[in-house]
């Protein structure tokens, strides 16, 4: 939601500021935990965070990083004052949460930005229970990179909703790209690193870059996780424990279920209950097809946890509000969707040199060993071919073991030196490393697909190419498919109580094919019905899902809420290239105001 420059105001600086000298030191965050009606202050400042050797400036809710972590009661009102302190105007988005439209925190729609030194207050109910969390919905890219994040637990009002743990341990998943001891910059007037998103190369667990847990042996510990990413999809797993998962978005899922891992994009959420059997040390890691990261340290004492529910930790239970849903699902799987959104991207050919600056060839980004003298697609992955410059060999034709990259004369024979051989040059170049890295190899230069990567670019598989890119020379785009209006243009009319059945199409044919998590704000939430055609086989009420490259995902949208509400990707960069619609949801005739 970028607003352009006012003529009233001074030109904006090149750059946010970056300098944390005099700034507050970031501080964990607190537990608030809050009754039917208690209110309190939520403030956006700077400060100073501690990352390795680096000390650099970021922002934080009430001082820490992530912020004040809210412990609600299922039904409950809270009262939320913000003060706005921080580099820009802001707003905060209550992700996930079904509220009133007005409190949604979208600029512009449900209210006007805060300004900095201004405030405004929040009045948040909680319907739903689960994890949540909360974010700036400006300049997502700059301000939630910064910081800017906080989750909320709200508690179920039925007894037993959970099965039993023996303790809560929530964390944000986050990632954070640093340059010469700073946050890479960002400039006030234009996003970049829209092509793929801005892939950090510093891992934050719950704002730590060395996260560390503890455990009592038989401990069953209760993981809330939530991605913060801008972009990251991260894939959790922990070797030597067994995870069981347990909830989702919004709430428990249908069936409890024993997982290998837990995949998270940017702003999904995962609660998996975890049996730590014998002492030791493990490692909760983030695994993709080719690199393994430490994402904390868990050490296993062998102090025995009280109570011990390790006996009732294999007991795999059903949610039966979920199992009546199920019920119902065969007329919707069999029905022709409602609505049907693809999702498509359009790159200019930013890597092109001047006309007349000598050959061209073209090149795909990703993999730059795929060349053709032609525009085209890349047959591994299906992204447009960019231009580039072609390094030219130039040879006698009389004496070819004469070469020069330089045109000229051979020095045997005076003759012309002439093109024999055209090459390019890599458009992308490998990311800074990243610590806690184990068989950091990569896959850059190697041989990659989406099938490889199940659909999902793990790493920034372009850098310098997606360091260039900004709404200006790359658009992603939603498109509805039976009006054929993109993105703002997209006018969906709804009426609280509906049900919608969505269809979300990830185009091949696309500049750029790549995975999106795709976010509905809270007129209500949703269920996957199937991807790829086949069921899902575990429902839970979510607000995110992510859309795998090439890949059809069929939603089940129930509508709770009128109101004026956001859809669009969770990929910040993606967000703020125009990748987001409004729809308006009327009030059901009779319904109460």
């Given at each position: 939601m970028q607003q352009p420059p006012q003529p009233d105001r001074p030109a904006p600086a090149e750059f946010f500021p970056t300098d944390p000298s005099g700034l507050p030191e970031a501080t964990r965050p607190r537990?608030?935990?809050?009754?039917?009606?208690?209110?309190?202050?939520?403030?956006?400042?700077?400060?100073?965070?501690?990352?390795?050797?680096?000390?650099?400036?970021?922002l934080g809710y009430n001082g820490s990083i992530p912020g004040p972590t809210l412990k609600v009661q299922q039904g409950s009102e809270v009262i939320v004052h913000v003060i706005n302190e921080g580099d820009l105007e802001a707003t905060v988005h209550w992700h996930g949460l079904r509220l009133e439209n007005k409190y949604d925190g979208v600029p512009h729609e449900t209210q006007t930005p805060i300004p900095i030194g201004g405030e405004f207050t929040y009045r948040i109910r909680f319907p739903d229970p689960g994890l949540y969390w909360y974010h700036p919905h400006i300049r997502e890219d700059y301000t939630q990179e910064m910081g800017l994040y906080g989750n909320i637990v709200v508690v179920s009002a039925e007894p037993g909703y959970w099965p039993p743990a023996n303790r809560d341990v929530l964390l944000t998943l986050d990632d954070l790209l640093l340059e010469d001891g700073k946050i890479?910059?960002?400039?006030?007037?234009?996003?970049?690193?829209?092509?793929?998103?801005?892939?950090?190369?510093?891992?934050?667990?719950?704002?730590?870059?060395?996260?560390?847990?503890?455990?009592?042996?038989?401990?069953?510990?209760?993981?809330?996780?939530?991605?913060?990413?801008?972009?990251?999809?991260?894939?959790v797993q922990l070797p030597g424990a067994r995870m069981k998962l347990v909830g989702g978005d919004s709430g428990r899922v249908e069936h409890e279920e024993f997982v290998p891992e837990v995949i998270l994009a940017p702003s999904e959420r995962a609660v998996v209950d975890v049996l730590f059997g014998q002492p030791g040390q493990l490692e909760l890691q983030h695994r993709t097809p080719d690199r393994t990261y430490r994402l904390a340290t868990i050490t296993v004492t062998s102090e025995s946890a009280?109570?011990?529910?390790?006996?009732?930790?294999?007991?795999?239970?059903?949610?039966?509000?979920?199992?009546?849903?199920?019920?119902?699902?065969?007329?919707?799987?069999?029905?022709?969707?409602?609505?049907?959104?693809?999702?498509i991207a359009e790159m200019d050919d930013i890597a092109a040199p001047a006309q007349g600056a000598g050959p061209v060839v073209y090149a795909c980004p990703m993999h730059p060993e795929v060349t053709s003298d032609q525009p085209g697609r890349c047959p591994k992955c299906g992204m447009k071919l960019l231009a580039t410059a072609a390094a030219s060999t130039y040879a006698c034709p009389m004496h070819p073991e004469v070469t020069s990259d330089e045109p000229?004369?051979?020095?045997?024979?005076?003759?012309?030196?002439?093109?024999?051989?055209l090459t390019t040059q890599p458009a992308g170049r490998e990311?800074?490393?990243?610590?806690?890295?184990?068989?950091?190899?990569?896959?850059?230069g190697e041989p990659h697909s989406h099938g490889a990567g199940q659909g999902i670019e793990w790493e920034d598989d372009m850098v310098a190419v997606n360091r260039l890119t900004t709404p200006a020379n790359m658009r992603w785009k939603l498109v509805d498919r039976t009006t054929g209006a993109a993105n703002a243009a997209i006018d969906w009319q709804f009426t609280e109580g509906d049900r919608v059945k969505i269809r979300l199409v990830n185009e091949?044919?696309?500049?750029?094919?790549?995975?999106?998590?795709?976010?509905?704000?809270?007129?209500?939430?949703?269920?996957?019905?199937?991807?790829?055609?086949?069921?899902?086989?575990?429902?839970?009420?979510?607000d995110t899902v992510l859309v795998r490259t090439g890949q059809t995902v069929d939603i089940l949208f129930d509508i709770t809420n009128p109101g004026l509400w956001m859809a669009h990707c969770h990929i910040a960069e993606h967000m703020q290239s125009g990748m987001m619609f409004s729809f308006t949801v009327a009030r059901a005739q009779g319904a109460a105001r």
């Open positions: 537990l608030l935990e809050l009754a039917d009606g208690d209110a309190f202050d939520l403030r956006i400042g700077p400060v100073a965070k501690r990352l390795g050797e680096a000390t650099v400036r970021m890479a910059p960002f400039s006030p007037v234009e996003t970049t690193y829209t092509a793929m998103g801005r892939f950090g190369n510093v891992l934050l667990v719950s704002g730590e870059q060395d996260h560390a847990l503890t455990a009592k042996a038989g401990e069953v510990v209760r993981l809330w996780l939530t991605n913060t990413a801008n972009t990251r999809v991260f894939n009280t109570p011990s529910l390790a006996g009732q930790f294999p007991a795999l239970r059903q949610a039966p509000e979920l199992a009546a849903e199920r019920q119902a699902l065969d007329a919707w799987l069999a029905a022709p969707p409602d609505k049907t959104l693809a999702l000229g004369r051979c020095p045997k024979c005076g003759m012309k030196l002439l093109v024999t051989a990311p800074p490393p990243m610590p806690h890295a184990h068989g950091a190899t990569g896959h850059h091949m044919d696309s500049d750029h094919p790549m995975h999106h998590p795709f976010h509905l704000h809270g007129a209500g939430r949703f269920l996957v019905l199937a991807r790829d055609g086949q069921p899902e086989p575990n429902l839970v009420w979510k």
